[in-house]
């Protein structure tokens, strides 16, 4: 949207915190002053001095309509917008969303402190040291990646039900004996603090405005690829677990990557390929409606359900999705899917694909022939009782072709 409404048109995006006007920095107090129209929330203009003459108007709901008819120009007669925001505009909020949209050259941005420095000062916690997880969009199940043994996290709440939340998904997950506090109103006259265990969390009453801070106890989480099998729902169509690490990292996964795993099974591989990154996606492709919704159930077990998208069959789901930067096949591979695949990738893309069967098989080794690339057989043997003795039981051995385009 780089260009929309008037090309003199300028933005100035103010952060403001929960004590208003005395918080502002004396640049951030002239900006206001000076303004002709303030956008904000309604928290937020009633922060705002009588003495401002600037007209000042709540976003309406939904605010991103409303935000995008400002962005446009359509709602402004004037040379700069004054735009207020929670904090610092350019962690998890407007900030980012304006530059986006209109570009930096167009928007000067004044940042206050972030919940996420407040929230640090106030615990004594270095900020450089902790995860911070947004689920003022997402849902709580996305905070999971972020738990561990030992680490901290901040959580930049929603609504008052936010900590309820959080503790919950706590004693699910096995971190029940983590320390939560919940601080509110960070900065402003009514800033508050609370603090209990996740396990026996009851406090009914959380202000709105709030981070919850956690001090996790509990299973160590690796983030290697290669989790156990059991740690997926399937049904047996599951890319088992040495041959996924090996896939995953072949797949070598990037920041803001998009990911075709194409006949999904279990979703596990672009699953863990999406627990390796925070910002990369992946669109998963099954045609079975019960493995759909165990992909869905699985996304959601590990916290990656707001990256993975659900698409249905190949061939014909394939044209309608955006073009991938990573492609792995696992499943429904033939010749016209690999070919289609092939098509889909821009120049430095990358396909993972795994063969089992001799006709699958002689795709690949020809695929190689024409395009180069790795060709590798993987066999995986493992220990298991044989009477009153042991052996080794060989798993299907798998072709795996590597090509960059």
């Not at 409303?66 to 709602?75: K, R, Y």
């Amino acid at each position: 949207m780089n260009g929309h409404g008037p090309a003199a048109t300028r933005f100035v995006v103010v952060g403001i915190g929960a004590d208003g006007w005395a918080g502002l920095s004396g640049r951030a107090r002239s900006e206001l002053t000076a303004a002709s129209v303030v956008y904000g929330s309604v928290r937020q203009v009633a922060l705002l001095p009588e003495s401002i003459a600037a007209q000042a108007i709540s976003w309406t709901s939904p605010m991103s309509e409303h935000l995008q008819t400002v962005l446009s120009g359509e709602a402004t007669d004037g040379d700069v917008v004054h735009l207020l925001a929670s904090g610092d505009p350019m962690f998890h909020g407007l900030g980012s969303t304006v530059v986006k949209a209109v570009g930096a050259d167009r928007v000067t941005v004044l940042p206050a402190p972030s919940s996420a420095s407040l929230a640090a000062a106030r615990l004594g916690w270095d900020l450089a040291a902790l995860e911070v997880v947004s689920l003022v969009t997402a849902e709580p199940t996305t905070l999971i990646p972020a738990l561990t043994d030992g680490a901290r996290v901040l959580v930049l709440s929603r609504d008052a039900d936010t900590p309820t939340q959080v503790a919950e998904l706590l004693r699910n997950t096995g971190f029940g004996w983590s320390m939560l506090s919940v601080l509110g109103e960070l900065g402003g006259p009514d800033e508050s603090a609370v603090s209990g265990v996740a396990r026996s969390w009851t406090v009914p009453d959380c202000p709105a405005l709030n981070v919850v801070a956690i001090d996790c106890i509990g299973p160590i989480r690796r983030a290697a690829p290669g989790l156990p099998d059991d740690q997926f729902d399937h049904d047996g169509q599951l890319t088992k677990q040495t041959n996924r690490a090996v896939s995953v990292a072949a797949l070598a996964p990037g920041e803001g990557q998009l990911l075709w795993d194409v006949g999904a099974g279990a979703g596990s591989v672009g699953i863990e390929w999406l627990r390796q990154t925070r910002t990369a996606r992946a669109i998963a492709f099954e045609a079975d409606p019960q493995r759909a919704d165990r992909i869905a159930a699985n996304a959601r077990s590990h916290g990656v359900a707001d990256r993975l998208t659900i698409a249905g069959a190949v061939p014909a789901a394939l044209e309608a999705m955006p073009d991938p930067d990573v492609i792995f096949l696992g499943g429904g591979l033939d010749a016209q899917v690999l070919e289609l695949c092939l098509a889909a990738l821009f120049d430095g893309g990358r396909l993972v694909a795994n063969a089992v069967t001799l006709e699958t098989e002689h795709l690949l080794v020809a695929a190689h022939a024409e395009h180069g690339g790795t060709l590798t057989r993987l066999s995986v043997a493992t220990a298991a009782p044989l009477g009153a003795m042991t052996a080794w039981r060989p798993a299907l051995p798998v072709v795996q072709w590597v090509m960059t385009r």
